[in-house]
């Protein structure tokens, strides 16, 4: 028996089953296709069944997120598909460029669809992509995003405020598509 | 100040002196002010819009996956806790097995009366006696046993050859016998405890065996089990022998 005592098999399978739906989604949105995001999961909730006894108890999602979020970075990305290189280093949202045209308006982004959402936040590289996935939507901290991605704290700070800065765009376009808003106010 | 430290302190990630300065400049600088209530605003709109989505049978596949894993790790364990009694008892089957379906050297069996019946397998040099007490006489003196030999001839039977056949464990004598047409066979195994010989009604202590297309009937006398072997029915050779 892999847990000597069957009591720690049904506890793993409690709180995996708890944080199941956020594992998947996150998996889907770092490899933007259902069967990859299936195989990724079920892999990393295999991996984390067999090192659960090493778990030091304390963050169990963000432990599991961890095991995911490496698992694709060393598996899917740099084996199949090659590295992602971000395209953000060099742009403008590297650097804080004050904003020309006011604070944003309270409904600037209430409009938009769920959908156009997910598709401003697929449309950024990899990295920048799974840390605001993790941040912002799993609420992990940038120790732990850092411990995830195998980069420095530094790192996952810089790369949180590059991947909202284009994120931002995107959503502004959106906006402006929509009407929401009018002429130019993020430029 | 840089986007990132505004992103910082928006997400929890600041203390001390630097969290004092953020909140200082967010409060005094336009700019900052501007950049920060941006920041804010993207980051809620991804909290409100990403949501979680669920798989239920992906789950019930993750599920069955840790059965199948705790399966094989028990199975595992177990090998490894208890392979060397696995291991006995995997020598004591195939020993169980061999001893079962071994050939008992101490059965009469088909196999042996056609081994012996046939012409070939007679591997002592064998003669023409003069008569059933020469023939007797010298499988005795071959066998080094006390050997006694029913007379069978009985006038219409005549001794054709007499000769000591080896099988893989024992030595079996074998007189021919011609009537001018078949072959008769009489044959002296070396006394066994079991023979794959059938019961005959009506005669106890003989029994019957069917070689080929000849019958065979065989009974204990002194150190031999003796068949007699012809085509001929068993009642029939069980006359010839009395």
């Given amino acids: 028996m892999l847990f000597r005592k069957r009591g720690k098999r049904d506890e793993f399978e409690r709180e995996a089953s708890a944080v199941f739906p956020s594992v998947f989604s996150t998996a889907l949105r ?92 697929a449309s950024l590289p990899d990295e920048y992509r799974i840390a605001i996935l993790l941040c912002d939507v799993e609420g992990m901290s940038y120790e732990e995003i850092a411990k995830s991605t195998e980069v420095p704290i530094g790192t996952v700070r810089s790369r949180i405020a590059r991947g909202r800065a284009a994120l931002r765009e995107k959503l502004t376009d959106f906006a402006r598509q929509e009407g929401y808003i009018k002429g130019s106010q993020n430029e | ?81 208890y392979r060397g009694a696995l291991a006995g008892i995997v020598a004591a089957s195939i020993l169980g097995a061999a001893y079962i379906y071994r050939v008992d050297p101490s059965v009469v069996g088909n196999h042996d009366l056609a081994r012996t019946l046939s012409a070939a397998s007679v591997s002592f040099p064998s003669f023409t006696p003069r008569d059933e007490t020469q023939a007797a006489s010298w499988i005795r003196q071959q066998l080094n046993r006390e050997t006694e030999m029913p007379p069978i001839s009985q006038g219409f039977l005549r001794v054709v050859e007499v000769g000591i056949v080896d099988c893989p464990d024992c030595r079996v004598g074998r007189v021919v016998y011609s009537d001018g047409q078949n072959q008769y066979y009489l044959l002296a195994f070396p006394q066994r405890e079991k023979q794959e010989f059938q019961p005959v009604r009506g005669a106890p202590g003989i029994g019957w065996s069917r070689v080929g297309q000849m019958n065979a009937i065989g009974w204990s006398q002194g150190e031999h089990w003796m068949v007699f072997a012809g085509p001929k029915s068993v009642q029939e050779l069980i006359r010839m022998i009395q």
């Fill in chain 1, 30 to 121: 770092m490899a933007r296709n259902r069967e990859e995001a299936e195989d990724l999961t079920q892999e990393a909730l295999v991996r984390a069944y067999e090192a659960y006894e090493r778990f030091d108890g304390r963050n169990f999602k963000a432990w599991l997120l961890r095991i995911l979020t490496n698992l694709y970075i060393n598996r899917y990305r740099r084996k199949e598909r090659g590295p992602e290189f971000g395209s953000l280093e060099a742009d403008s949202a590297a650097e804080f460029i004050p904003a020309e045209d006011g604070d944003p308006s309270a409904e600037l982004f209430d409009g938009l669809m769920s959908e156009q959402v997910e598709e401003a936040l």
């Fill in chain 2, 1 to 81: 100040m840089d986007r990132s430290q505004i992103n910082a302190y928006i997400d929890g990630e600041m203390s001390g002196e630097e969290l004092a300065a953020i909140e200082s400049m967010i409060e005094n600088d336009p700019d900052v002010k501007r950049e920060y209530l941006w920041v804010t605003k993207t980051k809620t709109c991804v909290q409100d819009n990403i949501k979680t989505i669920d798989n239920p049978e992906l789950w019930s596949k993750c599920s069955a996956r840790f059965r199948e894993i705790d399966r094989a790790h028990r199975t595992e364990t177990i090998v490894r806790k």
